[in-house]
Nanobody, 125 residues
C-alpha cells in the first residue's frame, strides 16, 4: 500500500504562487506514476499534472500548462506541484494520487488507486 499526505495549500491572491507537497510512504511508493488532481465545487475531479515513476517525463493539463511544474524527489519520496500566476479559477481541493496499476502517464482518475486527503487552494481575485 501507498500512503499519501499533501501539504502546502492555503489562501493566496491572484497572480501569486503556491507550492504543494506530497509525501509518499509504503513499500510500493517508489517508482510509481504520481499525479496531482483538483476538484472545484460542483465540478468533476480533473488531472493537472502527472510525472513518471522512473524518469522525468511529465504531462500537464492545458488549463495550467506554463504555470505549473511537477517535480519528484525519489530519495525523499516526495512529489511537489509548483504553481505560479494563480487565477481565481484555480481554486479547488488539490489531491495527490499514485497508481500501481500502470506505468503509463494516465489522466483518468480511475487508474489511480492511492489518494491523499486533499489540500485546499483558494485564490482570491
Amino acid at each position: 500500500h501507498v500512503q499519501l499526505v499533501e501539504s502546502g495549500g492555503g489562501l493566496v491572491q491572484a497572480g501569486e504562487s503556491l507550492n504543494l507537497s506530497c509525501v509518499a510512504s509504503g513499500r510500493t511508493s517508489r517508482n510509481v506514476v504520481m499525479a496531482w488532481f483538483r476538484q472545484a465545487p460542483a465540478k468533476e475531479r480533473e488531472v493537472v499534472a502527472i510525472i513518471s515513476g522512473t524518469d522525468t517525463t511529465t504531462w500537464y493539463a492545458d488549463s495550467m500548462k506554463g504555470r505549473i511544474a511537477i517535480l519528484r524527489d525519489n530519495a525523499r519520496n516526495t512529489v511537489a506541484l509548483r504553481m505560479n500566476s494563480l487565477k481565481s479559477e484555480d481554486t479547488a481541493v488539490y489531491y495527490c494520487a499514485a497508481t500501481s496499476l500502470t506505468k503509463n502517464l494516465v489522466n483518468d482518475a480511475s487508474w489511480y488507486n492511492y489518494w491523499g486527503q486533499g489540500t485546499q487552494v483558494t485564490v482570491s481575485s
